[in-house]
């Protein structure tokens, strides 16, 4: 694999960030986080193991379009 299994996609302009997993070769929209609680609910649900303890590591989350850990736009 070339790049994280989860993107937190860029910020839109009404606030919350696209998630996304790629898994058995597609990806998966697992919906529109708003926080970081929330992206952690999204990752539970998809079945991710203590997903609060890799939201900063790079090999399986990537922050595409803004700072980590941030949802609004700028």
Not at 26 to 39: F, I, M, P
């Amino acid at each position: 694999m070339t790049s994280a299994p989860i993107i937190v996609h860029r910020p839109v302009g009404t606030g919350g960030r696209g998630v996304t997993v790629h898994r058995q070769g597609r990806d998966e929209v697992l919906g529109t986080a708003y926080s970081d609680h929330d992206l952690v609910v999204f990752l539970e649900g998809a079945g991710i193991a203590d997903p609060d303890t890799i939201l900063d590591d790079p090999q399986w989350v990537e922050w595409r379009g803004g700072p980590a850990h941030e949802f609004t736009a700028t």
